[in-house]
């Protein structure tokens, strides 16, 4: 009985984000639903992208936290439009969430809408919102276990942003035992190792990114 | 609609989690709920609070994972009965999984029943599962602005173990903030600042561990 209820919120989140991703498509938005355990440097990331690519491209961001308005307003510094969703006790964003701010976006005017999600290892990665493609960040603090603990989001990720490695030297972490388990759980994985903070290793992010927004 | 389905499964967990408590109670085993996001150090904690307190305190662990049973090796190592429960994508544990397994725990042999959550700084805080305290960690890298971001866990816990202190040289975080931040969501919450990794800071959260157990 109760998978049964799981089944059917899954399966009408399905549609709704299928309706989504028309839309989007329909405007010639390409959309990233950006995921990661709370603190892994989302927003940091997502700075540093649209610093490095907004000459090239429109971005618009949607902003997926618990409460607060934090991370809208580091983006809105940056000048390009945002709306910050409070999901109010909710570990992840739906669809139906995303479905309800498009009207509010001004899709015209966009090339790309990232929405990042609720800090959550787990349940972000079960929700499609109506994105052409799931990137995930990893924070190397996070430790090297988290591949094999946390499957999903892994395996339905297209690229992985493995963050903080100006950390390694600091920690007890193995970063060939992440490289190994990404690789066996999903072989397609792009796999980026970067600092935020530092700026550092981020170059083949953006080419990769500019180029699966072009195709 | 949804709203009520929700508070119906909060009231039949909420029953569940009561009974678990009475039948540990009658037991005599005192028990935590123990809370962070992925990868903030619980199971070394855990580790290194069962080192030293198991000539005092008989203790026995429940591990919460999606899946895998790594941590559960771990504590094993340690000489004390421990049970993995695998939640096969449940993004936190609940009232019913816990009675499911109390009945296989050597109750009358433990006088502290550690549960260790599912890495997640949301849901886990949402769902009581008979515990006597709950306690949660927050790493030091997971960055300053946690406690507003994600409230209920800091409003719900009697303890914060704030680890991975030896990292903060090489973060920009402020300590301070989260201190006053976290004073101001609960004022008695009793805060621990921490390397599980270095064994730094610990000797506080022991003393404060033991006297709560006893009480």
């Known amino acids: 009985m109760k998978v049964k209820v799981v089944k059917k919120i899954l399966e009408a989140n399905d549609r709704i984000a299928e309706n989504n991703r028309k839309a989007l ?6 959309c990233i639903n950006l995921m990661s355990a709370p603190g892994a440097g ?18 618009g961001v949607i902003e997926g936290d618990i ?25 992840h964003l739906d669809a139906n969430m995303i479905s309800d701010m498009l009207p509010e976006m001004p899709l015209d005017d966009l090339d790309v809408l990232v929405i990042e999600n609720v800090g959550n290892l787990v349940c972000p ?11 995930m960040l990893l924070s190397l603090s996070e430790g090297d276990d988290k591949p094999l603990k946390y499957p999903l989001m892994f395996q339905k990720s297209e690229a992985l942003i493995v963050n903080k490695m100006d950390l390694l030297p600091h920690l007890d972490v193995d970063i060939e035992k992440i490289r190994g388990d990404v690789k066996a759980l999903n072989p397609e994985l792009r796999l980026f190792e970067v600092s ?11 080419t990769w990114l500019s180029e699966r927004i072009k195709r």
């Open 25 to 30: 498509r329909d405007k010639g938005v390409f």
């Open 196 to 206: 935020c903070r530092k700026g550092d290793g981020l170059d083949p992010w953006y």
């Open 125 to 135: 990665a079960e929700f499609d919102v109506g994105e052409n493609a799931k990137v």
């Open 42 to 59: 989302k927003t940091t990331l997502l700075s540093r992208t649209i610093t490095a690519l907004k000459g090239r491209f429109r971005f």
């Open 67 to 91: 409460q607060g308005t934090h991370d809208a307003e580091v983006i809105s510094a940056l000048g390009v439009p945002v709306i910050q969703i409070n999901t109010e006790g909710a570990c």
